[in-house]
């Protein structure tokens, strides 16, 4: 049973109209001409409803370019985020893609539409349990996990693809060990303030390649987990 902080899914508005579809085509050319090259990464965005992602009150806001608050003092990223973090992993058909950072759902639903297999993660209880009403009822079905995502999901790894969306000072070393050989994660690291798209692709088990991709402004990374 749903409690009513969960939100009651036969009531939730899934509805997709014109007028959704015709802003996010809108959005779709804005994140092109940001730097967005990568077109099946646009066409995975233009098919998630982002609004239904959204808290009621944001829900008009839902195809500008901006983050705005899901509850629990987080926030739904940012689309041109979303957009450049899931060009950067470089997804491909099957990949098996741990997600760190829930969140609303939003980033997973992008993944899924992408062909891969998630494994997302979020440490907030509250929106652990309110993303997943919401995904299923669109008819994306990843895999969730309540915990820390600084632990990875080991009875499950090794993964292909690793993205946390939230931002903290070091890739965890946990992390890197549940990545696949030729795999790449994708974190944002850096202070509290600003953080570095960090990129790291697996050459072995003894050797990394790193490499930075421009600065970003994500929620901490932080550890634990919240009833
Ligand atoms: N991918 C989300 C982004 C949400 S913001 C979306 O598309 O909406 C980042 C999320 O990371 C928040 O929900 C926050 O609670 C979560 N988070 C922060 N630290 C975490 C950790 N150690 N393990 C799991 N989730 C974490």
Aim: with cysteine; glycine share 8%.
């Amino acid at each position: 049973m749903q409690s009513k902080k969960n939100g009651d899914i036969s009531a939730m508005n899934i509805n997709d109209t014109f007028r959704h579809k015709g802003l996010r085509r809108k959005l779709i050319e804005e994140l092109r001409s940001k730097g967005i090259t990568n077109n099946e990464v646009l066409e995975a965005i233009n098919r998630v409803p982002r609004h239904v992602f959204m808290d009621s009150g944001f829900i008009n806001f839902a195809y500008k370019d901006q983050a705005f608050p899901i509850g629990a003092g987080q926030t739904i990223s940012q689309p041109y985020t979303v957009a450049f973090q899931t060009q950067l992993l470089d997804i491909k058909k099957m990949d098996k893609v741990l997600e760190v950072g829930t969140g609303s759902g939003y980033q997973c639903a992008v993944l899924i539409e992408l062909g891969a297999i998630v494994y997302t993660v979020e440490r907030q209880r509250e929106l652990f349990l309110k993303s997943q009403p919401i995904l299923s009822k669109l008819g994306y079905k990843p895999k969730f996990f309540f915990g820390d995502g600084y632990e990875g999901i080991p009875a499950y790894a090794p993964f292909d693809k690793i993205i946390v969306t939230a931002g903290g000072p070091e890739i965890p070393q946990k992390l890197l060990n549940q990545l696949k050989i030729q795999g790449r994660l994708v974190m944002p690291v850096g202070s509290s303030t600003s953080q570095k798209m960090t990129l790291i692709e697996k050459v072995s088990d003894e050797e990394n390649q790193k490499t930075e991709h421009g600065s970003f402004i994500f929620v901490p990374f932080l550890k634990g987990r919240i009833y």
